[in-house]
């Protein structure tokens, strides 16, 4: 094992201009993340002189097996913390060989609403809270539970330490590094309200941006999970009971909201957020009606509010925000396994373009 990882560790460029580009791209259930790897002939930074690849979308529920060729256009590009040296890790869409976006891109929309002069002038930014469970291999049951057993109720494993207490924090560490290698944005990690639940932050980042940093974080994060043999789980309510969900908070400002009197622009998007309660919770995630109860963190699904500082709203603006006039709000509910790139220029649409 000790020459394979000789192996695993040789750094290219001592002999070679030649790099690896992982070609990164959802498949057809919107959550399963697929990757193959090509040569390139020297070191790329930018997506645009990236070649375009296909594969095919047979095996991925994309495309019928008569007509099976996808093609991927690169997107972003980030360092890759596995191979190391120049190799590079590429996020894709997909699109018909017509060039057609195909009906799971949901990048090329988003990225048509990024690129509206009204939203482009407003600046959005975003800091997306990412939360997912580690579970044992074998019997997809919490890291650190008794397999068949509980654990003891909730309230001392939230930002906790102790062998006790935090599950899997190896796993944690290794993607909080590996991120910002990447030239991910991840601004933070902490431990969870369930045991072996945990979070990282995204952010701030503009647009279209903030949804390929998301991809690419919860990518390196199913490869280190694969690594450390155990399974990733983005189930908003993975242990039903009196057990917390899992969800993907949503922070935004404008440049108005940004601005001072930005708290007025705040109000002003949240009640339009509340208008249009429905189309978001329908575009916040699968499962979410499990874990939107009320409870738990939570504001009922059917319902939305807002408040300051509370944490069982559907929207909650910040003590400094309410004290400052001016900054941003967090929408809290999406669900862990919501697709940032829906979300985000959903929340941009909605607060930006959208004429009641």
């Known amino acids: 094992m000790s020459l394979l990882n000789d192996l695993l560790n040789i750094n290219l460029s001592d002999t070679t201009e030649k790099i690896i580009a992982e070609y990164i791209w959802i498949g057809g259930s919107g959550m399963d993340l697929r990757s193959k790897a090509r ?3 020297g070191p790329v930074s930018d997506p645009s002189k990236l070649p375009k690849w296909n594969y095919d979308g047979s095996s991925t529920d ?19 913390p596995f191979r190391r040296g120049n190799n590079i890790l590429v996020m894709c869409d997909a699109y018909t060989p ?3 976006p195909i009906p ?3 990048r090329h929309n988003a990225a048509k609403i990024f690129s509206h002069p009204d939203v482009v002038a407003e600046e959005p930014w975003y800091g997306i809270e990412q ?4 579970l044992q291999k074998d019997v997809n049951w919490p890291l650190g539970w008794p397999v068949g057993g509980f654990p003891g109720p909730q309230g001392p494993y939230y930002c906790a330490a102790g062998a006790d207490k935090a599950f899997g924090r190896d796993i944690v560490n290794a993607h909080y590094k590996a991120c910002l290698y990447a030239g991910v944005n991840i601004s933070g990690i902490n431990g969870e309200v369930m045991p072996g639940q945990w979070e990282f932050q995204v952010g701030p980042s503009v647009g279209i941006s903030s949804g390929d940093q998301v991809w690419i974080a919860r990518y390196i994060l199913e490869r280190i999970t694969e690594i450390a043999g155990v399974v990733l789980s983005f189930d908003p309510k993975p242990i039903p009971g009196d ?7 949503t922070n935004y400002s404008t440049k108005s909201m940004r601005n001072e009197g930005g708290i007025d622009v705040i109000k002003k998007a949240i009640e339009k957020l509340g208008l249009r309660h429905k189309e978001h919770i329908a575009a916040y995630g699968e499962g979410n009606e499990r874990r939107l109860t009320g409870r738990h963190e939570t504001a009922d699904i059917n ?16 003590r400094d925000t309410e004290k400052e006039g001016k900054g941003y709000f967090e929408d809290r509910r999406p669900a862990s396994n919501m697709d940032p790139y829906v979300v985000t220029s959903m929340i941009a649409e909605t607060t930006i373009l959208w004429k009641p």
Request: glycine content about 12%; aromatic content about 10%; hydrophobic content about 35%.
């Open 39 to 41: 040569t390139l002939n």
């Open 104 to 106: 799971t891109n949901k």
């Open 62 to 80: 994309q495309a019928p097996g008569d007509d099976s060729e996808v093609i991927l256009y690169p997107q972003a590009v980030f360092k890759d």
């Open 303 to 318: 319902t939305f509010s807002w408040g300051v500082a509370n944490r069982g709203a559907s929207v909650r603006v910040g």
């Open 131 to 134: 939360e997912y469970t580690l």
């Open 98 to 100: 017509a060039g057609e």
């Open 243 to 249: 057990w917390n969900g899992a969800g993907a908070h």
